[in-house]
């Protein structure tokens, strides 16, 4: 099975967007997936339930510094990978991508884990 594919199987199976995409990166992290579930439990519904930044993209740049980090700032890299999910979803808003305040859906949630773990794969785990 493909990571998209994996992402949404946990998605579907009690997982957040966010805990979704970074637990389909679990091998490559070293991190059991039970740590990565930990780690993404606050980012569902856009940033803690605000609606805010996407869990999907948090969880991609979450993966950047757990495998970009070395001490120096990855902010350029972080960058791209918030210009490229915007470019692809429309938004990196949660609120934005699921058309609440417009009745227009910019981004299904699943189609923004499948689009956050692309990017994983192209930018960071490439």
């Known amino acids: 099975m493909d ?3 994996y992402a949404m199987e946990l998605k579907h ?15 490559e992290t070293g991190l ?3 740590t990565l579930k930990r780690i ?4 569902g519904l ?5 609606e805010g930044n996407c869990g999907a993209l948090c969880a991609a ?11 120096r700032s990855v902010s350029a890299q972080a960058k791209e990978i918030h210009a ?5 979803c429309g938004s990196t808003i949660c609120r934005d991508l699921r058309g609440e305040d417009t009745g227009v859906v910019l981004c299904q949630c699943d189609d923004c884990v499948r689009n956050a773990v692309e990017i994983t ?6």
């Open 3 to 5: 990571k998209k594919e």
């Open 32 to 34: 059991p997936p039970e």
């Open 121 to 126: 794969v192209d930018k960071i785990f490439c």
């Open 84 to 88: 490229k999910f915007r470019e692809m």
């Open 40 to 43: 993404g439990a606050g980012f």
């Open 61 to 71: 740049e979450i993966l950047l510094g757990l495998k970009k980090y070395e001490g």
């Open 13 to 27: 199976n009690g997982h957040n967007c966010c805990q979704a995409v970074l637990c389909a990166f679990a091998e």
């Open 46 to 50: 856009g940033l803690g339930c605000t």
